[in-house]
């Protein structure tokens, strides 16, 4: 018997509203029998009637609901049916939920699940991987699983944590990752995960692309270089010492990540190699990210537009001969 990374946030949610019954799920289309556009809530509005709300289609509202619920003593799980409509609650999450404690010391204890990253065919409007701008707004925490492991017991975590948290999981994943069971406990969050140990490179990865870089190292293994892998697991917070470890280790660095290349979680885990760890780096750390350019429809033009096993393997060679 195996578990898919979707079944195990479905689980985690079953998991949160059996045992606080101040959890509830909050979402376009999460109730009734439909269960919501991925099916992450199906069956969960019958075993927790009136606890799985289908809302109006405002991402704007939904926030703003859920906030009002969480300063009365709520704690719910928002689910966007895509990353990207998020940005139409950016005032809601970024101005609201994540300044309120610092202007009144009262939490808001929210959960907003963004489905993020690119399948085949889902264009820019069903791609995007928005952890870097979130990460950049001060209050929040973005949490980036890319394990089956992770992605369950984070869930759990990010809706006992009084702060609003940005889930950000990988649609991907959804169905082409398996575990054999889910865990009792995990790595708490804001603290990184050696995915593969090294001793020739550093690579820092997280979500879905964690695994095309584990691929490389496998790849790489078999010609005599052993790749160190570093899954973030979360880019806010952000765990530099891990990292600095890793280079110490390894004195070469590189960063992958699907985002957009302007700025973010790739860019700031270089920045602060360079600062605080530069003496331990016999090669200029190198990073890659999506193309900057709007995501591609086609599956040809999607696949060439995001970091993939071959592009992190020619950069990875590039930094071993340096």
């Given at each position: 018997?195996?578990?898919?990374?979707?079944?195990?946030?479905?689980?985690?949610?079953?998991?949160?509203?059996?045992?606080?019954?101040?959890?509830?799920?909050?979402?376009?289309?999460?109730?009734?029998?439909?269960?919501?556009?991925?099916?992450?809530?199906?069956?969960?509005?019958?075993?927790?009637?009136?606890?799985?709300?289908?809302?109006?289609?405002?991402?704007?509202?939904?926030?703003?609901?859920?906030?009002?619920?969480?300063?009365?003593?709520?704690?719910?799980?928002?689910?966007?049916?895509?990353?990207?409509?998020?940005?139409?609650?950016?005032?809601?999450?970024?101005?609201?939920?994540?300044?309120?404690?610092?202007?009144?010391?009262?939490?808001?204890?929210?959960?907003?699940?963004?489905?993020?990253?690119?399948?085949?065919?889902?264009?820019?409007?069903?791609?995007?991987?928005?952890?870097?701008?979130?990460?950049?707004?001060?209050?929040?925490?973005?949490?980036?699983?890319?394990?089956?492991?992770?992605?369950?017991?984070?869930?759990?975590?990010?809706?006992?944590?009084?702060?609003?948290?940005?889930?950000?999981?990988?649609?991907?994943?959804?169905?082409?990752?398996?575990?054999?069971?889910?865990?009792?406990?995990?790595?708490?969050?804001?603290?990184?995960?050696?995915?593969?140990?090294?001793?020739?490179?550093?690579?820092?990865?997280?979500?879905?692309?964690?695994?095309?870089?584990?691929?490389?190292?496998?790849?790489?293994?078999?010609?005599?270089?052993?790749?160190?892998?570093?899954?973030l697991r979360s880019v806010k917070p952000l765990d530099t010492d891990t990292v600095l470890a890793?280079?110490?280790?390894?004195?070469?660095?590189?960063?992958?990540?699907?985002?957009?290349?302007?700025?973010?979680?790739?860019?700031?885990?270089?920045?602060?190699?360079?600062?605080?760890?530069?003496?331990?780096?016999?090669?200029?750390?190198?990073?890659?990210?999506?193309?900057?350019?709007?995501?591609?429809?086609?599956?040809?033009?999607?696949?060439?537009?995001?970091?993939?096993?071959?592009?992190?393997?020619?950069?990875?060679?590039?930094?071993?001969?340096?």
């Open positions: 018997m195996s578990i898919t990374y979707l079944e195990a946030i479905r689980e985690a949610q079953a998991k949160l509203l059996r045992d606080d019954d101040r959890v509830f799920i909050y979402g376009q289309d999460v109730g009734g029998s439909f269960g919501g556009a991925f099916k992450a809530t199906k069956g969960l509005a019958k075993e927790f009637p009136g606890r799985v709300l289908n809302t109006p289609i405002s991402e704007d509202a939904m926030v703003g609901t859920a906030i009002g619920a969480a300063l009365e003593g709520m704690r719910p799980i928002v689910e966007m049916q895509f990353a990207d409509f998020s940005s139409t609650a950016l005032n809601q999450i970024l101005n609201n939920a994540g300044t309120h404690y610092w202007r009144t010391n009262v939490p808001v204890p929210i959960t907003v699940r963004l489905p993020s990253g690119g399948t085949k065919g889902s264009g820019p409007f069903h791609s995007q991987s928005m952890e870097s701008l979130y990460a950049h707004y001060p209050g929040l925490i973005v949490m980036t699983p890319a394990t089956v492991e992770d992605v369950y017991t984070m869930l759990i975590e990010a809706v006992a944590i009084d702060d609003p948290v940005v889930f950000c999981e990988h649609k991907y994943l959804y169905y082409h990752l398996k575990a054999d069971k889910l865990p009792t406990e995990g790595l708490p969050t804001g603290q990184a995960r050696i995915a593969r140990e090294g001793r020739d490179l550093t690579i820092v990865a997280y979500s879905a692309v964690l695994h095309e870089c584990l691929a490389v190292a496998e790849q790489f293994a078999r010609e005599g270089f052993e790749i160190e892998v570093v899954d890793s280079v110490a280790r390894t004195g070469r660095l590189l960063c992958v990540g699907e985002s957009f290349p302007w700025g973010g979680a790739t860019a700031e885990v270089i920045a602060r190699v360079t600062s605080e760890g530069f003496h331990l780096l016999d090669a200029a750390p190198q990073r890659i990210n999506a193309r900057d350019t709007p995501i591609p429809y086609h599956p040809n033009l999607w696949a060439a537009h995001r970091p993939n096993a071959k592009t992190i393997a020619a950069k990875a060679r590039n930094l071993l001969q340096e």
